[in-house]
């Protein structure tokens, strides 16, 4: 079973990768860039049947940091 | 317009950063994850009317290393 985790900045979270690159695109002269926010993502196989409760487990210990990350979890 | 940029390594590069994390889970107790691949994802706020061409320009001149990365551009 493949998952796809995607782990992006809570708003409100400083995010100064994100504003390193909307410099560089602006200094590349690409305008308009109002906002750009950075995040992971994480391909995994997993034995299927898997459940719900393990995955969200591998997110909070390992995947993400729940105090300033969301996560959502995607099936493919 | 708000975009989301996907960005993974090609199959057949060797992702460390992936690996480490599938023997963290078997260290954590999380048995049958087979597979993991780290990717980095991009939301971007531009504006409206930005062409195909400019964001697949800014791919290719900063947000992905198209030797050894896909990319994806979703809008949202």
Redesign the interface.
Known sequence: MKLRI?V?LKNGVLDPQ?KA?QH??GS?G??????????????????DG?SDE?ID??CH???ANTVIENYRVERI
Chains 1, 2 share one sequence.
């Open positions: 995607v992006t994100g690159i560089a695109l590349l690409f305008d308009g860039v109002s906002d750009v926010r950075a995040g992971k993502i994480f391909e995994l196989t997993v034995a898997t393990a487990e591998m210990k390992l995947l």
